[in-house]
Every structure is written in C-alpha cells, then in structure tokens.
C-alpha cells in the first residue's frame, strides 16, 4: 500500500452518511436527550472536581494570591481550544471529538494517533479522579470515627516509595512524628500490609468501588447519567457558592500582600496542577450524537462551562488566600483546611461530603466520554467490531463501557496519583494541539461543508510575530536571569530532601558532622535530624548554596547538570522550535488566531511538564503504532473501501 494511504481521510459527507447506515450494519442509534444547558452542566460536572477541592491549594502555595492570573491564562487557553472543540463539533456532530475531527483534517494516521491519545486521556484522567475520590471519601469515614487500614485506601507505588524515603530521612535523624503526614501514611500503609512472599498487598479499594458503581450508572443510560450528573452539579455549585458566601467575611486583605510572593515563576509553577482543573471540558463533544441540536449547543455548553467555572475558580483562590497566608495551602484538602484554621468545624464537615460528590460527577463525565471513542474508532474498523455495540434497550455503548471499567479500576489499585495527573494532562494537551492545528489546517478549505458556529477570523499574519518580539523583551528584560540560566544550562542546587533521602548511612553521619560543625553545636545527645539542619538554610539562597558547596558528599547528589538537568528543558525547546515555525507558517498563510493561540498554549503547558511524561506518552503512542500497523491499518473501512 502506497505510504498517502496512511494519511487517507474522511470527508464530513461520508461521516454524516455512515451514522445514517449504522442501523443497517447492526449498529443502534444512541438516544438523543441533550440540550444545552445538560452540556453547561456536564462542562460543570467535569470541571469543579480535583481543582477546586484539592489542587487549588498547591497551586496557590506556589503562586500566592496571584496565582488568579494563572487560572485565568488556563482558562484563556482552554476557551481558545474550547472555539476549535465548537467548529468541529458543529463541522461533524457525531461522538468521537478529536479523533474524528482529525480523520476530517489529517487523515487515518493522525486520527489514530489522536485516538489512541484520548484513550490515554479519559482512562489515566478517571483513574486520577477515582484516586482522588477515595482520598476524600476515607477521609470522610475517618471524621466519622471510621478509620480503613493504611494499606486498603493507598496505592501500591505511593506505599513502596514513601517507605523508602521514610526510611531515609529516619534514618538521617527524623522522628516518625516529624514526617509529614503523606509519608506516615504510606509508611505505615507498607509496614502493616498483608505479605505474600515479598510482595506487600497494598491497593486502593475505595478506587475500585467508585469506578464500579459508576461503570454501572453509565452502562444504564444517557438520561440516568444526565439526570445524576446534574443533582451532583447543584449540589457542589451550592457549597462552592456557601464557601464564598461564608469566607468572605474571614477574608484579611493583609494575606494578599505580597500578591505575587515567588513572581511569575512561582506562579507558572502550578500549570499542569491548574490545567488539571479545567480537563473535561472537551467530554462534552464526545455525546454530540446525544445532543438535540448539536451544531447550536455543542458550542454554547463547552463555552459556558468555561466561563461559570473560571469566575467559580478565582473567587475561591481570593478567599483562600485572604482567609489563612499562602503558605499555609500546601496541603490536599485546602477547602476543609482553611475552615479548620478558622474553628468552623461544621463547614469542614460540608466541605467533605460535597468532595466526594463532586469527585463522582468528574469521574461519572470521564468514564461517560472514554467509550464513545472506542465506538467510533470501530465504526471505523480500527479497533474490533464489538467496541460499537449499542445495548438495545439502554441506548449505550454497552460493551466499550464494560471494557473501559476494567481498563480504569485495576489501574487505580496500584497507581500514583501524581504520576497518573501528569500522563492525563499531556494527553489532553496533545488532543488541544491537534484539534487547533486541524482547524488551521481547514480553515482556507472550500470543500469543507461548515456547521453554524465557526471561530471568529483575526488575521495572525502580524499580530503574532508582534507577540513573539513582545515575550522576547520580557524574557530578557524583566526576566533575564532565569531566561540566561535556561539557555547556558546553569547548574542547578538540589533542595535538602533530595539531598538526605539519596545518603547512605556513612555519607548521612558526613553531613550531620559537617552542619553540627558550621553551627558550633557541640551537644552530642541532641537528636540527630539532618534533613532539618540543611533545609533551614533553604530560605537564603545564597547561604543554601555555599553550605550546600560544602557538604562532604558528591557532586551528582549536591547539584543537577549537564545532560541531566538539559533533559529536562528539552520539552521546552521542542516548544521554541515550533514556535519559529508557526511564525512562518502563520506569515505565509495568514493562519486564523484564536485556533493559534490555542495551539501555542496548549503547547507551552505541554512543555512546563516533565521530561518523563514526554517519555512515557511516546512509549503510549509507540504501542499505538504497533497496533495500527499490526491490526487497524489493514481492517480500517477506508481500507476495505479501496480494495
């Protein structure tokens, strides 16, 4: 087969038609019961979940008050994709969001790239949200004198490593007592675990639970899944609006100040934990062959779950930080954390039970969007033909749904919830990517038939070089010494943590010896702590990097460079490179930019995560290839079409 047939496309005609033959080929209709303000409120319902609950609070630790600014910019981002979500969505109002809009813009290869990036979106994002439920919920049960074992309510891999570094750091000197409460958990949960041979049974029951209750509602119906998302909606939109209400009247101006404690650094910091908050917006394209009127509502239900919870999102950062110091958030549950500060128990304990509710609204949309894209990769023979089964009587993707519950509750068993937020997020992101670029890539088609929404035109041509000369001169102006530390690859000083918790024992009793020397202590009874000694210089970085100098040990555990710090801004880089050629591209063909700024935000959030979620997303896509090549190429109907 010639190398184009990779890149054979679908037109908008043969999409429309082919949902009209699926009747014929077995495949039932889904039952339409959707309007717009069902799409508003399933927006909600996947959006005010782990952000306003949980990463809020990190993200406001790093960025103080000013940390607004950044929901803001992720919200800008978002609504920019969100336009490019709304055309195609109006352009092909049938499941399968940017999978098939990409079948649309760049043909079977892309399409299957993008597909099976969602499949790694939707299931890594709902077992993220299982995992973030159960916290809640046995934190729940534990207010209510119901206390689960340790090892029954953490995964396997958060347990195993926060035993290791426990271990460390005790052995440097901490008490139990003076870990934090993260790493007691887990010690704990490892240490009291059941044992067969080696291996330590530790799983996250609670994960298990929700993700199988919630398979079962979503395997029932459209209309029973609409029906509990939206009392879920209420419910949490009633308390978000009670803690405002309520903290409001607590706010001290006095803890806005400084507004931007660590700078725009500090506030960028946070990206991927924001952006987060705002993944589940696009589940509301996948139900297009549910909606009424899909080409008006589609658009009008991602764009008002944006708007609602971008307000939501920032007045709850303002009373936050106005109620308790920024640097006090640094914890998972900021919203009971701060009522607890306050002495106002009975809010705590509201606070608790609509998490838990709002968690199961996250994970019920997640769980809803994953098998509509399985349907619609085997409609087109991608993936086996049972994936598009549709129950008789309930109307659903039966089958793909049964699936995608297995795929997501084993998973959440034994993975960590950092891990599994930072694989959903880049996923995400490359679906934004691709669904912007395939607007730009359609937007001087003439062959192309258009739905009633299409993205306002503004002229790139100009503007975004403008922008490009504007970042320039902000880098090297008013941050010249992180943009020159990025481009020479200043070495780096590890944080105190790091440092004690990769010491042997010997090198452990060096580094006591040399801070207890520098200090003038001479009490040989007092406690040994190294991890205390060291990280109290963090606040003087200056003084931190000279006893750091200091330290008798190696300069590979001291200092992070070369290849090894490069690595980690090669993303970036990657970022720059394609900026260099949207300017040209943007130039010469007068590129629409909305859809362009959607792209390069995407883009750039891409780029602030890890060097290893990059590795372990190409790893995800290279399996996809072998699966493609090895199964999908060949049976694709675009294929059998030309045969």
């Known amino acids: 087969m010639a190398l184009k047939g990779l890149f054979r496309k679908k037109t908008v005609q043969d999409i ?3 949902v009209e033959k699926n009747n014929l080929e077995g495949h039932e209709a889904l039952g339409k019961h959707l309007t717009a303000k069902d799409l508003t409120a399933f927006g909600i319902a996947a959006i005010v979940g782990a952000g306003i609950f949980s990463t809020i609070g990190k993200a406001s630790f790093d960025g103080g008050p000013a940390v607004i600014f950044l929901f803001l910019f992720t919200a800008v981002a978002c609504s920019f994709a969100a336009f490019a979500y709304a055309e195609f969505a109006s352009m092909v109002p049938v499941s399968g969001s940017a999978y098939t809009y990409s079948y649309v813009a760049f043909g079977e290869l892309i399409a299957w790239i993008i597909g099976w990036a969602l499949i790694m979106e939707y299931s890594v994002g709902n077992i993220t949200v299982a995992i973030s439920w159960s916290d809640y919920f046995t934190g729940l049960l534990s207010s209510g004198g119901i206390d689960l074992p340790q090892w029954v309510q953490m995964d396997y891999l958060t347990a195993s490593t926060g035993f290791k570094d426990a271990t460390a750091l005790m052995e440097g000197g901490k008490t139990f007592e003076n870990l934090s409460s993260g790493m007691q958990n887990a010690y704990t949960a490892w240490t009291t675990s059941p044992v067969i041979g080696s291996f330590h049974f530790v799983a996250d029951l609670p994960a298990l639970l929700i993700i199988v209750l919630i398979t079962a509602l979503i395997y029932r119906g459209m209309k029973e899944s609409r029906n509990a998302s939206n009392i879920m909606v209420v419910v949490k939109l009633c308390i978000v609006l009670l803690v405002i209400a309520v903290g409001i009247f607590y706010v001290d101006t006095t803890n806005w100040s400084p507004f931007a404690p660590n700078g725009v650094s500090g506030v960028l910091k946070g990206v991927s934990a924001v952006f987060f908050a705002y ?15 899909p080409q008006r509502d589609l658009p009008r239900g991602m764009m008002w779950a944006i708007i609602i919870c971008t307000i939501l ?7 936050l930080t106005g109620m308790v110091s920024y640097n006090t958030l640094n914890v998972g549950d900021p919203l009971a954390f701060v009522f607890d500060q306050l002495h106002l128990k009975w809010m705590s304990g509201i606070i608790a039970v609509s998490a838990v509710v ?11 969007g994953q098998p509509r894209i399985w349907m619609s990769m085997s409609r087109d023979g991608l993936l086996p033909k049972k994936f598009s089964n549709v129950h008789p009587k309930f109307k659903t993707p039966s089958f793909a749904t049964i699936v995608v519950g297995f795929v997501v509750a084993v998973p959440a068993l034994f993975m960590n919830l950092t891990m599994v937020t930072d694989l959903c997020s880049i996923g995400t992101l490359f679906a934004f990517v691709l669904v912007c670029a395939g607007v730009l890539a359609l937007q001087n088609r003439t062959d192309i038939p258009r739905g009633k929404f299409k993205t306002p035109y503004i002229n790139s041509k100009y503007i975004f070089p403008l ?10 102006g008013y941050n010249k010494k992180a943009t020159m530390d990025f481009i020479t690859n200043e070495t780096k000083t590890n944080d105190s943590e790091f440092i004690i918790t990769s010491l042997n024992k010997e090198e452990t009793q060096k580094v006591y010896d040399y801070l207890v020397s520098i200090e ?6 007092e406690k040994l702590d190294v991890e205390h000694l060291l990280s109290q210089y963090q606040q003087d970085e200056a003084k931190y990097e000279t006893v750091v100098a200091g330290l008798p040990i190696s300069d590979s555990i001291k200092y992070e460079s070369g290849f090894d710090l490069f690595k980690h801004k090669i993303p970036m880089w990657i970022f720059l490179i394609v900026i260099v050629g949207l300017v040209f591209w943007s130039y010469k063909e007068n590129l629409s930019l909305i859809p362009l700024l959607g792209l390069i935000c995407c883009l750039y959030m891409m780029a602030e995560l890890s060097v290893w979620n990059w590795i372990y997303f190409t790893i995800w896509l290279l399996i996809g290839l072998v699966i ?9 109907k675009l294929n059998t079409e030309t045969e």
């Open 16 to 18: 429309l038609a082919q």
């Open 279 to 293: 993944i589940g917006f696009d589940a509301i394209s996948t139900t297009a062959e549910e909606c009424k009127d």
């Open 313 to 319: 999102y920032i007045g709850i950062a303002l009373v």
């Open 358 to 368: 709002a968690m199961a609204s996250v994970l019920l949309v997640f769980q809803m």
């Open 467 to 476: 922008l490009i000369v504007v970042a320039l001169i902000f880098s090297f």
């Open 520 to 525: 003038g202590k001479t009490n040989a009874t």
């Open 628 to 636: 493609y090549f090895g199964f999908s190429r060949k049976n694709s």
